[in-house]
C-alpha cells in the first residue's frame, strides 16, 4: 500500500531513491506501484503509434525503462552510474542497455542488459511496450523498452560496469522545473536535460527516452523526442 510521500528517503545497499519536486496536478494514488498503474501505463504505450527507424549503418542498441517501486510503495524507474573505468561516458548517468547482439532482438538485448548489469532478470512478459527508435551522434539507434520489474525486484550492480544504481521516482520526473531545453550554437536540435535532486541532471540521448516515457507513458500524450539533441560531449 502506498504511503505518504516524504521529501527525502535514506539509501539502502548500493540502491538510492530520488525524490524532489511533486507535481500537484497529478494525486498520491497516481503515484501508487500497483496493478492500476501497470495497467494504465501498458494501455498508454499500447495505444501510441511508435516511430521506428532503420538502422542501416548505425550501431543498433536498446535501454529498458525498468519499472519498479521506491522505499514507500511508489513508481520509479532505474537508473545507473557507470564506472569511472568505462572506455566510454564513464561516470555518467544511464539507463541500462547496449548494443544488440547478431541474432537477438531489441527486447532481448534490453532484458540481457538487465542481466548483466544489475543482476535483474525479467521474462518478455515483463514489457510493457516500446517507445520511438532515437538517433544519436554517435551513430547508435536505440530502441527503448519499457518494463515492470514487480515490487519485489532486487537488483546488484555489476561493478565491472555500474558503480551505483538509482530509483528515480515519478514524482520527480514529474516536477514541475523539468525538463530544461538549452540551445547550443553546434546543432538546431535543442538539448534535452532532465533535472533531477538539488544539483543533478539527465541528458541526452537517456534524457529524451525517458522524458518521452513520462509523456506517453505516465500521461498518455503523444510526444515526439526525435529532434531533441544530445550534449555536445556526448557525440563521441
Known sequence: MCRRHHP??????????????IDLTVTDMHYCYDEAMRARIAANLGSFARTPASAEGLKHAAVAITLVCDDKGEGAYVLTRRTASLNSHAGQFALPGGRIDDGETPIEGALRELREEVNLHLAEDAVLGLLDDYQTQSGYLITPIVVWAGADAEMEANPQEVARIHRITFRELNRPDSPEFVDIPESRRPVIRLLMGDDDALHAPSAAMVYQFREVGLHGRPTRVAHLGEPVWAWR
Open 8 to 21: 527525502r528517503l535514506p539509501s539502502h545497499r548500493n540502491v538510492v531513491s530520488v525524490v524532489r519536486g
